[in-house]
């Protein structure tokens, strides 16, 4: 079974909210969470922001564990869209970009967006001065 | 020594035989076939440019209504107008803020409408809000006026740019202790990043660096219509220093430029929000260069590595007002993504889209091609001595 590592967004209801999930997918699952943001209050619903390495087996079970308890999860990629009719190609968001998930390929010069390196700092954002980066979290 | 004349050059053009390269094209050429050769079969080169120029604005005319009113204060979407001229004409600024927004109250602010905003959306054909007041008088006596308009309801609509197209840019750093939001973009402390806004060899006037051929009258590309160049920019600085191959190594040259936006593509004229400085607009430019001799052939074939750019800090000394360039890079280096200064490897990015520069470039290589567009003779060039003054040095 290949290692893999992904990103993934996971949003909890109230009623799941004190649910030690972290911890079920370290010990149960063998998976190494690596949290990128979290907002998560008691009796609220919040999300969690994370990257998951592992063996694919493990990973897949991992997230039906989380389903299963009611937990909504989505790969962060889906969360994050970059608008290519919107963007100009002008590159204002690339050396702000901390994972190089926003890069310019050379030497055409273009954008490019890769979501799987994208680890949701919110740069980008700011950076790019026509909006074409959004967030739904 | 080949001489060629605007009128033998936009004959060819009509009768579809004229040939046409972009700024990227001809350096290959030459290199090939020699600057003798080239100048020979080349008749124009053509250049672009799209980056964010703050100095830019619209002229507009609303009709008369009736009863008729002379407008004290215009906005449209709440964004105000100049209403300081004649009865129903109006100038929006790209860089002027919607009323109400928070600005840098809450550093660093969004600015997420203003001017250019307002530029794009009218170009775009959308619905915008006007609204004026008036103080009235015996001749307009009306003294509010407030509707919904389309660019089609506006008589007359023409951009008209005060400073835009500079010759050669600063690349930003920041040497500050702090992440600073500035018109140079997003710059992290300790010079960490360096962002510049040149399209470098393709750029107009470092395609003519002694201006013999752009000046007033000269036709040119403006936001997807036809434009013109119609005096020399604000800032215009043709005696900055320049390198043996007589590029400038500061900003030097402008363009002030103006254009019906009725015929404009909001493609090519893009409203921006620049986090913690303001709006502006993204505007898209391109000159066509006749080839008249061989000196101005060769001035096209300039590449990037050969075109240098200050690194200005930002952090500390341009906002003090101080001397600012701390070194110098070329574009060839800067478009790697990353450059050695001070010791370090540092991130680069562009501001200005080369792309879109390239496509600038390549729809006017196009017209020209179509017979569609017909070069402009200038009746003065641009100044290339700014102590005389005006645009009265030849």
Known sequence: ?137 | MIKKTYEEINEKIKKGTAVVVTAEEVIDIAAEQGIRKATEKIDVVTTGTFGIMCSSGAFLNFWHTKPKIKMTHVWLNDVAAYGGIAAVDAYIGAAEVAEGDPCNNNHPGHFRYGGGHVIEDLIAGKEIRLRADAYGTDCYPLRKLEKTITINDLRDAFMFNPRNSYQNYNVGVNCSDKTIYTYMGILKPHCANAHYSSAGQLSPLINDPYYKTIGIGTRIFLGGGEGYVAWPGTQHAPNDPRSEKGIPLGGAGTLSVIGDMKQMNSRYVRGVSITGYGVSLMVGIGVPIPILDEEILEYTTIKDEDIFAPICDYGILYPAGEKCDIGSVSYAELKTGEIEFQGKKIRTAPLSSYTMAQEIAATLKDWINQSKFLLGQPSQLLPTDEKRGGVNNG
Not at chain 1, 46 to 56: A, D, I, K, R
Not at chain 1, 106 to 128: H, L, S, T, W, Y
């Open chain 1, 1 to 137: 079974m290949a290692n893999i590592t992904k990103s993934v967004f996971v949003k909890f209801s109230p009623e799941v909210v004190d649910m030690p999930v972290v911890y079920r997918l370290v010990k149960d699952f063998r998976l190494i969470p690596n949290i990128i943001k979290a907002d998560i209050n008691p009796q609220n619903q919040g999300y969690l922001v994370m990257t998951l390495s592992g063996e694919e087996d493990d990973y897949c079970r991992g997230v039906d564990y989380l389903k299963e308890k009611g937990l909504e999860v989505e790969a962060l990629v889906d969360r994050i869209t970059w608008d290519e009719k919107t963007c100009t190609q002008c590159g204002a968001c690339t050396a702000v970009c901390p994972s190089s998930a926003l890069s310019i390929k050379r030497p055409q010069m273009n954008v490019e967006f890769d979501g799987g390196k994208c680890i949701v700092c919110n740069m980008c954002i700011q950076a790019c001065p026509v909006g074409a980066v959004k967030l739904d979290i």
